[in-house]
């Protein structure tokens, strides 16, 4: 199965472009080529950091990384030539795909304050480079495991011959670049606040025959506290009083399933400490591993993240209670039943419940002891 961005590019992504940038030559529309990923080590540290970074690596990208050696000696920074100074991965076809769908869709919003990556970032040959502080942004990586902070650098490489021509593929491809301008009128841009600007674009991605999920998700990016929330709510009751009678939350819940919902709406605003639900923790624990299971793939990773928020065994019983009255179409409403089929015994160790002892939550019955009587 091709990867879900390979896919967007191709039937969404390419004919757009040739159309609207009127290329004569379906070769002439910009693709991405490659995408290289960089972790850069002082050289005085010792042996096992290089370890730690490759191996941080390798589980972020799926491909192990090669060494980068120094090229010659520099006294000052007691660098010595073939001393070992970092690694990197190469990433091209189906994995540059999967990665940079990992990177939009889990790893940036996961950063603090996270408003949208700088659009400035281009070399003048239509190529992105991006800076990541460190590596725990990844869902991959186990914060238990991380014994220092580690950023990279993401380059990636397209065969736009502008940078404008690659900020509209990347765009497009649902990369959350930050601060654009709306057009007025006369044609002229002219600037809109930015909670108008994210009511503008929310519009824009639920209207017509497809909703665009990603252009969701980059718009709220952009929001920082529930004032800004607030503000969106109102300014897309008067700026389209005539699409879902004005009500955003009614138009989120038409043009998204439970799934999207959570992936593209809630989590992106909870990471910022926006809270748009009114519901108990243990129904937003039971709503989320709900969303993870639905469909053809399992979210693990947002399954971890919900069990994280329990805090004793009353509170598991009751998200499990709820989780039987809220999602019955879910493996019966049976949240056990659900974790167990759609994980296998290491997924459940280490998604469930590893987090759970660490709080001291029990909700597996150890096997019992066979007595001396039984023989």
């Not at 090669?66 to 994995?95: D, Q, W, Y």
């Not at 004005?246 to 819940?253: A, N, W």
Request: glycine share 6%.
């Amino acid at each position: 199965m091709k990867p879900r961005l390979y896919s967007k590019y191709h039937d969404e992504v390419k004919p757009a472009l040739k159309k609207d940038r009127n290329y004569t030559n379906l070769h002439q529309v910009p693709r991405i080529e490659k995408i290289i990923v960089h972790m850069g080590l002082d050289a005085t540290l010792e042996k096992s950091a290089l370890e730690d970074a490759m191996n941080d690596m390798k589980t972020i990208t799926g491909r192990k990384p090669v060494v980068n050696l120094a090229r010659k000696s520099v006294s000052n920074f007691k660098l010595r030539e073939g001393m070992p100074i970092g690694c990197h991965v190469t990433l091209r076809r189906e994995v540059m795909y999967e990665f940079l769908d990992r990177l939009t869709a889990a790893a940036l919003p996961r950063i603090r304050d996270f408003r949208g990556i700088n659009p400035k970032s281009f070399d003048g040959q239509g190529n992105y480079s991006m800076g990541i502080t460190e590596q725990s942004i990844f869902p991959e990586i186990e914060l238990d495991k991380v014994k220092r902070t580690q950023g990279m650098d993401v380059t990636i490489v397209t065969s736009a011959n502008t940078n404008d021509e690659a900020l509209d593929l990347l765009t497009r491809m649902g990369m959350p670049f930050a601060g654009k301008k709306a057009v007025g009128a006369d044609g002229e841009a002219e600037e809109i606040s930015k909670t108008d600007e994210v009511a503008e674009l929310i519009f824009t991605a639920c209207k017509g025959a497809g909703t665009d999920e990603e252009g969701i998700r980059n718009a709220l990016f952009q929001l920082s506290n529930r004032k800004e929330w607030d503000a969106v709510v109102t300014a897309f009751a008067e700026r389209h009083s005539d699409f879902y009678e004005g009500d955003i939350m009614k138009c989120l819940d038409g043009e998204l399933n439970g799934k999207e919902m959570s992936r593209f709406v809630v989590d992106p605003l909870r990471g910022k400490g926006i809270e748009i639900l009114e519901i108990s923790k243990v129904e937003d624990v039971a709503d989320r591993i709900a969303a993870s299971c639905e469909g053809a793939g399992t979210d693990e990773g947002r399954i971890t993240d919900a069990v994280y928020q329990i805090q004793s065994r009353e509170e598991w019983d009751a998200a499990a209670a709820a989780f039987s009255e809220r999602h019955d179409e879910v493996h019966g409403g049976d949240l056990m039943k659900c974790l167990t089929e759609e994980l296998s015994e290491e997924e459940m160790e280490t998604h469930v419940l590893k987090p759970l002892r660490e709080r001291d939550i029990k909700i597996l019955d150890a096997p019992a002891a066979d007595s001396d009587d039984s023989k």
